[in-house]
T-cell receptor, first 111, second 112 residues
Framework: GEDVEQSLFLSVREGDSSVINCTYT??????LYWYKQEPGAGLQLLTY???NMDMKQDQRLTVLLNKKDKHLSLRIADTQTGDSAIYFC???????????WGAGTKLIIKP | DAMVIQNPRYQVTQFGKPVTLSCSQT?????MYWYQQKSSQAPKLLFH???????NEADTPDNFQSRRPNTSFCFLDIRSPGLGDAAMYLC???????????FGPGTRLLVL
């Protein structure tokens, strides 16, 4: 079946880079997403990547996709306290509207 | 700014007392979704509308119903809330065809 896996926690020092990893099982995934959720808030779309791309960069965010290994990562450069949140990886296919979600990675920033 | 709006942000109801949560969008998207999210778990899709076509997830309890009177508005009705229905309820929209979903801020439901 379809599955998306993430580590539950990541702790980094302020100013360092954060790398949040995600693996998925469905090779027919078309879109892969990163959403950010701050405490008590809704889900904010951070970035997404099409399955025919290897990399996407948007300011401090870099997404890398390794289709062979079914591995997606989100790198946040110069991590700030405002980056503290839960980051959800999700995938979808052309054939349906459902997003398959990872459990979320809680990013903890140490001063 | 085009956006997804949810009202109220916090809702308190009594066990068994019907409650309605509201979502509106200015994005003019064809598809609207309702999710339930508990304790920072991943969101769980309850149902979605593609225009007026309603699509229920197989494991969504009958206690949860939805209405979409027009493109802009979608409602989640919980007919007889139980303690286990306390959660964050998220509304999302997307254009026709699967793709990026845009979320509202959520309504946190508390059942007493």
């Amino acid at each position: 079946g379809e599955d998306v896996e993430q580590s539950l926690f990541l702790s980094v020092r302020e100013g360092d880079s954060s790398v949040i990893n995600c693996t998925y099982t469905d090779s027919s995934s078309t879109y892969l997403y990163w959403y950010k959720q701050e405490p008590g808030a809704g889900l904010q779309l951070l970035t997404y990547i099409f399955s025919n791309m290897d990399m996407k960069q948007d300011q401090r965010l870099t997404v890398l996709l390794n289709k062979k290994d079914k591995h997606l990562s989100l790198r946040i450069a110069d991590t700030q306290t405002g980056d503290s949140a839960i980051y959800f990886c999700a995938e979808s296919k052309d054939s349906n509207y459902q997003l398959i979600w990872g459990a979320g990675t809680k990013l903890i920033i140490k001063p | 700014d085009a956006m997804v709006i949810q009202n109220p942000r916090y809702q308190v109801t009594q066990f068994g007392k019907p409650v309605t949560l509201s979502c509106s969008q200015t994005l003019n998207h064809n598809v609207m979704y309702w999710y339930q999210q508990k304790s920072s778990q991943a969101p769980k899709l309850l149902f979605h509308y593609y225009d007026k076509d309603f699509n229920n997830e197989a494991d969504t309890p009958d206690n949860f119903q939805s209405r979409r009177p027009n493109t802009s508005f979608c409602f989640l009705d919980i007919r007889s809330p139980g303690l286990g229905d306390a959660a964050m309820y998220l509304c999302a929209t997307s254009r026709a065809g699967p793709g990026t979903q845009y979320f509202g801020p959520g309504t946190r439901l508390l059942v007493l």
